[in-house]
Nanobody
Framework: QVQLVDSGGGLVQAGGSLRLSCAASGRALSNFNMAWFREAPGKEREFVAADYWSGSRTSYADSVKGRFTISRDNAKNTVYLQMDSLKPEDTAVYYC??????????????????WGQGTQVTVSL
């Protein structure tokens, strides 16, 4: 069993930056694929970024590519999402997720086993 706790959200002006954290307990994150999803008001939850367990590959949604960076610190059992050049359309609740390595595409929400509680990110004009 893995417990994930998301933090780091807040209110920021457009063009600003935030760093989200996802602290894990129960198992070592080095064995897991990790990802961030987000859910905006009135919209479905969508994939944002993923980091593969091997540490050799990352994946990003087109809407955040070049602005967001996913990383992990296995010693701290924590995953991060660095968000730069934020836009109002990035406003959402952000969730981290974990799953065992799988061939299922990372965009498939149902393939992710463990979820954080979410952290609110609000980007103002």
């Amino acid at each position: 069993q893995v417990q994930l706790v998301d933090s780091g959200g807040g209110l920021v002006q457009a063009g600003g930056s935030l760093r989200l954290s996802c602290a894990a307990s129960g198992r070592a994150l080095s064995n897991f694929n990790m990802a961030w999803f987000r859910e905006a008001p009135g919209k479905e939850r969508e994939f944002v970024a993923a980091d593969y367990w091997s540490g050799s590959r990352t994946s990003y949604a087109d809407s955040v590519k070049g602005r967001f960076t996913i990383s992990r610190d296995n010693a701290k059992n924590t995953v991060y999402l660095q968000m730069d050049s934020l836009k109002p359309e990035d406003t959402a609740v952000y969730y981290c997720a974990a799953r065992w390595p799988s061939e299922v595409p990372v965009l498939a929400q149902g393939s992710w086993t463990y979820w954080g509680q979410g952290t609110q990110v609000t980007v103002s004009l």
